[in-house]
């Protein structure tokens, strides 16, 4: 079946410093892969996707890389702030079915 | 241009008795997704709707788990018999078309379950 991972459940970094969250995915159908944040009594809120067609997306202090041939997402927040604590949520979609991955919890240490 | 409303926001049920949650999609949004997320776990996908219709609820328990989207009103996720293991984050999106970009997508603040 269809799976989306992720590599550490947890991650710690020093206010100022870049952060790097990875996933991997099982299975190459998907039109987007997508990184949502979700801070603790909220929902997902979207931070940024890519199309399956793109290796490389960047937003406002994030960027995400796709490498389809080891099946690996990620996700690199440059110089984190407190706001970015959170867990955060890689999704890829296809068509009609949408897949989270656990989450990893990014905590930021001032 | 409020965005996708869930209410209540929480809920308190007794073992054996029933859960409703609402969801109402942003304005124009026709296409709704309801997902579970347990304590310290990512969002289980359960059951995406449009209109009227059921389009995936391979994520929907086989029992006591029902859901609908009347062409008026809000979506509605039921739950019959509740049980201690149904308490957790239950969340709602909605899209104005099927499934593209993330930013298609707007999710609800949830409501949390509590069974006692």
């Known amino acids: 079946g269809e799976s989306v991972g992720l590599h550490l459940p947890t991650l710690s970094v020093q206010e100022g410093d870049n952060s790097i969250i990875n996933c991997a995915y099982s299975n190459s159908a998907s039109d987007y892969f997508i990184w949502y944040k979700q801070e603790s009594g909220k929902g997902p809120q979207f931070i940024i996707d890519i199309r399956s067609n793109m290796d490389k997306r960047q937003g406002q202090r994030v960027t995400v890389l796709l490498n389809k041939t080891v099946k690996h997402l990620s996700l690199q927040i440059a110089a984190t702030q407190p706001g970015d604590s959170a867990v955060y949520f890689c999704f890829k979609t296809s068509y009609d079915k949408v897949i989270f991955g656990p989450g990893t919890s990014l905590s930021v240490i001032p | 241009n409020a965005g996708v409303m869930q209410n209540p926001r929480h809920l308190v049920r007794r073992r054996g008795q029933e859960a409703r949650l609402r969801c109402s999609p942003m304005?124009?949004?026709?296409?709704v997704y309801w997902y579970r997320q347990l304590p310290e776990e990512g969002l289980k996908f359960m059951v995406y709707?449009?209109?009227?219709?059921?389009?995936?609820e391979s994520g929907m328990p086989k029992e006591r788990f029902s859901a609908e989207f009347p062409k008026e009103g809000p979506s509605i996720l039921r739950i019959q018999q509740v049980v201690r293991g149904d308490s957790a984050a239950y969340f709602c999106?909605?899209?104005?078309?099927?499934?593209?970009?993330?930013?298609?997508?707007?999710f609800g603040s949830g409501t949390r379950l509590t069974i006692v």
């Open positions: 999106a909605s899209s104005p078309y099927v499934v593209t970009g993330g930013d298609g997508y707007t």
């Open positions: 304005k124009g949004h026709s296409h």
């Open positions: 709707l449009q209109k009227e219709n059921i389009i995936d």
